[in-house]
């Protein structure tokens, strides 16, 4: 059974804490109210599916040459097993 003493410690924590959630809880239902300008509407038929079958435009670059890919790799490479050797120098 509680004593008096220890009831009378716990008892304003406990109303500390009630206070504390229930003025949390009246923030947060308020903010819910709020929506950026920027967001998009909702669609008017909320079953409706995706685009998927919308392919993007033809690109109007030109794909990377393989002898300039070649070097790109090679560079990469490069550096990571620079990058490998000194993290094992590190340990």
């Known amino acids: ?4 003493r220890d009831l009378q410690k716990t008892l304003p924590m406990c109303g500390a804490l009630l206070i504390a959630a229930l003025a949390l809880g ?3 239902s308020q ?3 709020y929506t950026p300008t920027d967001a998009q509407a ?3 038929e909320p079953g409706a599916y995706l685009p998927v079958h919308d392919l993007p435009p033809e ?3 030109a794909i990377i040459p393989p002898d300039q890919r070649a070097k ?3 560079e990469l490479a490069a550096a990571r ?3 490998s050797v000194a ?3 590190a340990k």
């Open 1 to 4: 059974m509680l004593a008096l």
């Open 26 to 28: 009246g923030c947060s």
């Open 31 to 33: 903010l819910a109210d």
């Open 42 to 44: 909702h669609p008017r």
């Open 59 to 61: 690109r109007d670059q």
């Open 72 to 74: 790109i790799e090679a």
């Open 81 to 83: 097993d620079r990058q």
């Open 87 to 89: 993290a094992k120098d």
